[in-house]
Protein backbone atom coordinates (compact mmCIF):
# COMPACT_ATOMS: atom_id res chain seq x y z
CA UNK A 1 0.00 0.00 0.00
CA UNK A 2 2.89 2.38 0.74
CA UNK A 3 4.74 1.62 -2.67
CA UNK A 4 1.53 2.63 -4.19
CA UNK A 5 1.26 5.92 -2.37
CA UNK A 6 4.25 6.78 -3.00
CA UNK A 7 3.70 6.03 -6.82
CA UNK A 8 1.17 8.29 -6.97
CA UNK A 9 2.58 11.01 -5.18
CA UNK A 10 6.03 11.28 -7.47
CA UNK A 11 3.85 11.15 -10.51
CA UNK A 12 1.59 13.94 -8.96
CA UNK A 13 4.47 15.83 -8.26
CA UNK A 14 6.19 15.04 -11.73
CA UNK A 15 3.44 17.70 -13.57
CA UNK A 16 4.67 19.97 -11.70
CA UNK A 17 7.95 19.92 -11.09
CA UNK A 18 11.32 19.61 -13.77
CA UNK A 19 13.50 17.55 -14.41
CA UNK A 20 15.79 19.77 -12.47
CA UNK A 21 13.94 18.89 -9.35
CA UNK A 22 14.78 15.08 -9.14
CA UNK A 23 18.61 16.07 -9.29
CA UNK A 24 18.68 18.60 -6.84
CA UNK A 25 16.98 15.94 -4.23
CA UNK A 26 20.50 13.80 -4.79
CA UNK A 27 23.32 14.16 -2.79
CA UNK A 28 26.52 14.31 -4.01
CA UNK A 29 27.07 10.24 -4.33
CA UNK A 30 24.19 10.85 -6.24
CA UNK A 31 25.12 13.55 -8.76
CA UNK A 32 28.53 12.01 -9.30
CA UNK A 33 27.18 8.02 -10.16
CA UNK A 34 24.85 10.37 -12.37
CA UNK A 35 27.18 11.85 -14.07
CA UNK A 36 29.41 8.67 -14.69
CA UNK A 37 25.78 7.32 -16.40
CA UNK A 38 25.65 10.32 -18.75
CA UNK A 39 29.24 10.18 -19.69
CA UNK A 40 28.55 6.01 -20.16
CA UNK A 41 25.80 6.88 -22.34
CA UNK A 42 27.40 9.33 -24.88
CA UNK A 43 30.38 6.70 -25.26
CA UNK A 44 27.87 4.02 -25.78
CA UNK A 45 25.90 5.84 -28.55
CA UNK A 46 29.22 7.14 -30.00
CA UNK A 47 30.58 3.22 -30.10
CA UNK A 48 27.86 1.46 -31.62
CA UNK A 49 27.47 4.61 -34.33
CA UNK A 50 31.20 4.28 -35.24
CA UNK A 51 31.34 0.28 -34.69
CA UNK A 52 28.13 0.34 -37.27
CA UNK A 53 30.18 2.88 -39.77
CA UNK A 54 33.10 0.69 -39.67
CA UNK A 55 31.11 -2.59 -40.14
CA UNK A 56 29.61 -1.22 -43.29
CA UNK A 57 32.54 0.04 -44.66
CA UNK A 58 34.53 -3.03 -44.22
CA UNK A 59 31.79 -5.22 -45.78
CA UNK A 60 31.63 -2.95 -48.53
CA UNK A 61 35.07 -3.32 -49.63
CA UNK A 62 35.26 -7.04 -48.57
CA UNK A 63 32.56 -7.44 -51.44
CA UNK A 64 33.98 -4.71 -53.80
CA UNK A 65 37.73 -6.80 -53.88
CA UNK A 66 36.25 -10.23 -54.01
CA UNK A 67 34.20 -8.97 -57.35
CA UNK A 68 37.73 -7.65 -58.23
CA UNK A 69 38.97 -10.80 -57.42
CA UNK A 70 36.91 -13.19 -59.86
CA UNK A 71 38.42 -11.40 -62.78
CA UNK A 72 42.33 -11.31 -61.47
CA UNK A 73 43.55 -14.56 -63.65
CA UNK A 74 46.03 -15.88 -60.82
CA UNK A 75 46.08 -14.50 -57.25
CA UNK A 76 49.32 -15.72 -56.63
CA UNK A 77 50.88 -13.13 -59.26
CA UNK A 78 49.09 -9.80 -57.26
CA UNK A 79 51.55 -7.22 -55.47
CA UNK A 80 49.86 -5.12 -52.67
CA UNK A 81 51.99 -2.30 -51.77
CA UNK A 82 53.64 -2.19 -48.08
CA UNK A 83 51.62 0.24 -45.76
CA UNK A 84 48.55 0.51 -47.88
CA UNK A 85 44.91 0.02 -45.76
CA UNK A 86 43.74 -3.15 -47.06
CA UNK A 87 40.55 -4.71 -46.60
CA UNK A 88 39.99 -7.82 -44.79
CA UNK A 89 39.61 -9.58 -48.03
CA UNK A 90 42.63 -7.72 -49.39
CA UNK A 91 44.64 -8.76 -45.84
CA UNK A 92 44.45 -12.15 -46.37
CA UNK A 93 45.03 -12.59 -50.04
CA UNK A 94 48.45 -10.40 -49.25
CA UNK A 95 49.26 -12.83 -46.43
CA UNK A 96 48.90 -15.79 -48.75
CA UNK A 97 50.86 -14.24 -51.53
CA UNK A 98 53.60 -13.20 -49.32
CA UNK A 99 53.83 -17.20 -48.02
CA UNK A 100 53.82 -18.29 -51.50
CA UNK A 101 56.69 -16.19 -52.40
CA UNK A 102 58.93 -17.77 -50.32
CA UNK A 103 58.60 -21.03 -52.44
CA UNK A 104 58.82 -18.78 -55.71
CA UNK A 105 60.73 -20.90 -58.39
CA UNK A 106 61.08 -24.27 -56.09
CA UNK A 107 58.29 -26.20 -57.12
CA UNK A 108 58.62 -28.92 -59.06
CA UNK A 109 56.86 -31.89 -57.19
CA UNK A 110 53.97 -32.51 -55.60
CA UNK A 111 55.51 -32.68 -52.41
CA UNK A 112 57.11 -29.35 -53.02
CA UNK A 113 53.20 -28.10 -53.72
CA UNK A 114 52.44 -29.89 -50.47
CA UNK A 115 54.70 -28.24 -48.28
CA UNK A 116 54.19 -24.58 -49.55
CA UNK A 117 49.99 -24.72 -48.90
CA UNK A 118 50.83 -25.23 -45.15
CA UNK A 119 52.90 -22.02 -45.71
CA UNK A 120 50.20 -20.81 -47.32
CA UNK A 121 47.43 -22.08 -44.87
CA UNK A 122 49.10 -20.90 -41.61
CA UNK A 123 49.60 -17.51 -42.80
CA UNK A 124 45.67 -17.21 -43.95
CA UNK A 125 44.78 -18.81 -40.73
CA UNK A 126 46.68 -15.64 -38.73
CA UNK A 127 45.28 -13.32 -41.16
CA UNK A 128 42.16 -14.61 -39.84
CA UNK A 129 42.93 -13.98 -36.22
CA UNK A 130 43.85 -10.85 -36.74
CA UNK A 131 40.87 -9.77 -38.75
CA UNK A 132 38.57 -11.23 -35.90
CA UNK A 133 40.18 -9.20 -33.51
CA UNK A 134 39.41 -6.12 -35.37
CA UNK A 135 35.71 -7.19 -36.16
CA UNK A 136 35.10 -7.46 -32.50
CA UNK A 137 36.66 -3.85 -31.71
CA UNK A 138 34.33 -2.07 -29.50
CA UNK A 139 32.37 -4.99 -28.62
CA UNK A 140 33.48 -5.52 -24.59
CA UNK A 141 32.70 -1.68 -24.58
CA UNK A 142 29.19 -1.99 -25.24
CA UNK A 143 28.70 -5.36 -23.41
CA UNK A 144 30.34 -3.65 -20.42
CA UNK A 145 27.84 -0.71 -20.60
CA UNK A 146 25.13 -3.53 -20.74
CA UNK A 147 25.61 -5.38 -17.83
CA UNK A 148 27.30 -2.56 -16.05
CA UNK A 149 24.80 0.43 -16.57
CA UNK A 150 21.90 -0.87 -14.54
CA UNK A 151 24.30 -1.80 -11.81
CA UNK A 152 25.49 1.30 -11.10
CA UNK A 153 21.91 3.03 -11.32
CA UNK A 154 21.11 0.57 -8.97
CA UNK A 155 24.09 1.65 -6.58
CA UNK A 156 23.10 4.93 -6.61
CA UNK A 157 19.50 4.39 -5.87
CA UNK A 158 20.61 2.22 -3.06
CA UNK A 159 22.93 4.52 -1.37
CA UNK A 160 19.99 7.15 -2.02
CA UNK A 161 17.47 5.28 -0.23
CA UNK A 162 19.57 4.14 2.44
CA UNK A 163 20.14 7.96 2.88
CA UNK A 164 16.60 8.94 2.84
CA UNK A 165 15.23 6.17 5.31
CA UNK A 166 18.13 6.96 7.65
CA UNK A 167 17.17 10.69 7.63
CA UNK A 168 13.57 9.64 8.68
CA UNK A 169 12.44 10.49 12.07
CA UNK A 170 9.63 8.67 13.94
CA UNK A 171 6.48 10.95 12.80
CA UNK A 172 7.87 10.76 9.19
CA UNK A 173 5.48 11.13 6.21
CA UNK A 174 4.44 10.30 2.18
CA UNK A 175 5.86 14.16 1.65
CA UNK A 176 9.40 14.27 3.33
CA UNK A 177 9.80 10.57 2.28
CA UNK A 178 8.91 11.14 -1.70
CA UNK A 179 11.60 13.12 -2.69
CA UNK A 180 14.71 11.34 -1.33
CA UNK A 181 13.31 8.36 -2.74
CA UNK A 182 12.56 9.87 -6.17
CA UNK A 183 15.66 11.64 -6.31
CA UNK A 184 17.48 8.42 -5.46
CA UNK A 185 15.44 7.16 -8.40
CA UNK A 186 16.92 9.10 -10.96
CA UNK A 187 20.03 7.19 -11.18
CA UNK A 188 18.01 3.95 -11.86
CA UNK A 189 16.35 5.66 -14.50
CA UNK A 190 19.95 6.58 -16.27
CA UNK A 191 21.91 3.40 -15.69
CA UNK A 192 18.14 1.78 -17.69
CA UNK A 193 18.82 4.77 -20.55
CA UNK A 194 22.79 3.18 -20.73
CA UNK A 195 21.93 -0.39 -20.58
CA UNK A 196 19.14 -0.61 -23.02
CA UNK A 197 20.40 1.66 -26.23
CA UNK A 198 23.55 -0.52 -25.96
CA UNK A 199 21.65 -3.41 -25.61
CA UNK A 200 19.79 -3.61 -28.67
CA UNK A 201 22.55 -1.92 -30.40
CA UNK A 202 25.30 -4.73 -28.76
CA UNK A 203 23.02 -7.72 -30.71
CA UNK A 204 22.60 -6.10 -33.92
CA UNK A 205 26.45 -5.38 -34.08
CA UNK A 206 27.18 -9.03 -33.01
CA UNK A 207 24.78 -10.57 -35.45
CA UNK A 208 26.67 -8.81 -38.42
CA UNK A 209 29.96 -9.20 -36.77
CA UNK A 210 29.11 -12.84 -36.93
CA UNK A 211 27.91 -13.19 -40.54
CA UNK A 212 30.76 -11.07 -41.56
CA UNK A 213 33.20 -13.59 -39.79
CA UNK A 214 31.58 -16.43 -41.35
CA UNK A 215 31.87 -14.93 -44.89
CA UNK A 216 35.53 -14.15 -43.80
CA UNK A 217 35.93 -18.02 -42.84
CA UNK A 218 34.68 -19.18 -45.99
CA UNK A 219 36.37 -16.85 -47.90
CA UNK A 220 39.76 -18.11 -46.48
CA UNK A 221 38.62 -21.42 -47.40
CA UNK A 222 38.16 -20.79 -51.13
CA UNK A 223 41.25 -18.64 -51.22
CA UNK A 224 43.40 -21.77 -50.02
CA UNK A 225 41.80 -23.91 -52.59
CA UNK A 226 42.20 -21.77 -55.55
CA UNK A 227 45.81 -21.03 -54.60
CA UNK A 228 46.60 -25.01 -54.36
CA UNK A 229 44.90 -25.49 -57.65
CA UNK A 230 47.29 -21.99 -58.99
CA UNK A 231 50.41 -24.04 -57.39
CA UNK A 232 49.87 -27.59 -59.00
CA UNK A 233 49.59 -25.60 -62.44
CA UNK A 234 52.87 -23.84 -61.68
CA UNK A 235 54.34 -26.96 -60.77
CA UNK A 236 53.49 -28.49 -63.78
CA UNK A 237 54.71 -26.25 -66.14
CA UNK A 238 58.20 -26.04 -64.21
CA UNK A 239 58.32 -29.43 -64.28
CA UNK A 240 58.14 -29.83 -67.87
CA UNK A 241 60.64 -27.09 -68.42
CA UNK A 242 63.04 -28.94 -66.49
CA UNK A 243 62.43 -31.86 -68.50
CA UNK A 244 62.76 -29.77 -71.39
CA UNK A 245 66.24 -28.27 -70.10
CA UNK A 246 67.50 -31.68 -68.98
CA UNK A 247 66.45 -33.38 -72.90
CA UNK A 248 68.52 -30.48 -74.33
CA UNK A 249 71.60 -31.26 -71.79
CA UNK A 250 71.93 -34.70 -72.64
CA UNK A 251 71.35 -34.06 -76.37
CA UNK A 252 74.33 -31.46 -75.94
CA UNK A 253 76.32 -33.76 -73.96
CA UNK A 254 76.07 -36.36 -76.89
CA UNK A 255 76.81 -34.14 -79.46
CA UNK A 256 79.83 -32.07 -77.98
CA UNK A 257 82.57 -35.60 -77.73
CA UNK A 258 81.32 -36.13 -81.39
CA UNK A 259 82.45 -32.82 -82.41
CA UNK A 260 85.77 -32.84 -80.62
CA UNK A 261 87.29 -35.58 -82.06
CA UNK A 262 89.63 -35.75 -84.95
CA UNK A 263 88.67 -35.54 -88.70
CA UNK A 264 90.32 -38.69 -89.70
CA UNK A 265 92.20 -41.18 -87.81
CA UNK A 266 95.40 -42.04 -89.71
CA UNK A 267 98.41 -40.15 -89.24
CA UNK A 268 99.26 -37.81 -92.57
CA UNK A 269 101.40 -38.66 -95.41
CA UNK A 270 104.70 -37.19 -95.26
CA UNK A 271 105.39 -33.77 -97.37
CA UNK A 272 107.39 -34.65 -100.55
CA UNK A 273 110.74 -32.87 -100.62
CA UNK A 274 111.16 -30.06 -102.84
CA UNK A 275 113.62 -30.02 -105.97
CA UNK A 276 115.82 -26.97 -107.05
CA UNK A 277 113.19 -26.00 -109.87
CA UNK A 278 110.38 -25.80 -106.77
CA UNK A 279 108.65 -28.79 -107.58
CA UNK A 280 107.83 -31.68 -105.34
CA UNK A 281 109.90 -35.28 -106.09
CA UNK A 282 108.44 -38.39 -104.15
CA UNK A 283 110.42 -40.01 -101.47
CA UNK A 284 113.14 -42.18 -102.78
CA UNK A 285 113.90 -39.78 -105.89
CA UNK A 286 117.27 -38.46 -104.83
CA UNK A 287 118.59 -42.26 -104.33
CA UNK A 288 117.14 -43.72 -107.77
CA UNK A 289 118.91 -40.94 -109.84
Wanted: proline content about 4%.
Amino acid sequence: MMSVLLTLSILAEAETKGTLWYFQQMDSVGLAVAGVLLVCSFIGWGAMIQKWGDVQELRRRNLAFERRLRDEPAVVALNFPRGASLAPYEYLVAEAVSAVQRHKGRLLRQSDVTLCMGHVENAVQRGVSRTMVKYEDKMVLLSSLVSGGPFLGLLGTVWGVMLTFGALTEKASISQLAPGVSGALVTTTLGLLVAIPATFGYNYLLTRVKLMTTELENFASALADRVELELEGEARRNFAQHQEREALRRAAATVQPAASAPAAAVSPSPQAPATDDGSFSPPGWEDAQ
